[in-house]
């Protein structure tokens, strides 16, 4: 994916996130992505008085043919992680690039994470007050919370099922249902399929059965 879609899609889930006011939440950003502070800088006495605050750039990068600097952070700090030193730096009380300045609108916060393992920053935003180490062991942590529903939404064909019907998609029992079958699938058992609740059962795919497929070869059919 091109670096200006990445970002564009970031800052969409960013202002989707906070115009449904999601209390808690911790999101990878782009390393070209800007913000701004929520109040105004310093008038210059000339010209219109300035209505947004000033750009925030976390990182330097090159623009055609020009380098745009990084914005000096609010706070730096280190921590040690399994025998390597991480460094961070903090970027606070911040808004989307296009807000205006509003004392009452949701802010966040911009963190850059290096990392002697990877060769890129890892950038993230949140609005959440956390220590650095908290931050960035939070965000590690998604990958194996976030495995299970992956796996089962593909295993039990949930990627296919559309359902528009309130009842099934509120049932008790369909929710115990789908628990049931992702408890399983976390076992290393094999789950059944929804029985039709979240609608109707995916066209069977004969090409997995063929001789040599390599669907056949990883998922072979049980007895």
Partial sequence: MKRK????????????????????????????????????????????????????????????????????????????????????????????????????????????????????????????????????GLYLDRWPVEQVPLVAKQMLGLHRQASFCPRKLSTAAGTDHVSRQCSQLSGLGVASHANGLLGPLPQKDHRAESVGAWHGLIFPKLP
């Fill in 5 to 136: 879609s990445w970002s564009s899609m970031q800052e969409h889930i960013e202002r989707e996130l906070q115009s449904a006011s999601v209390k808690r939440y911790v999101l990878r950003l782009a390393s070209n992505c800007t913000a701004r502070r929520n109040y105004l800088p310093e008038y210059s006495g000339r010209g219109r008085k300035p209505q947004y605050g000033q750009l925030v750039r976390p990182l330097t990068r090159q623009r055609k043919g020009k380098t745009l600097a990084a914005t000096e952070p609010d706070f730096k700090t280190s921590f040690e992680l399994d025998g390597r030193t991480i460094h961070g730096q903090s970027w606070h009380n911040l808004v989307l690039s296009d807000f205006k300045v509003d004392p009452s609108q949701e802010t966040f916060s911009i963190w850059v994470f290096f990392d002697p393992l990877y060769t890129d920053p890892l950038v993230l935003g949140t609005n959440l007050s956390l220590q650095p180490l908290s931050l960035f």
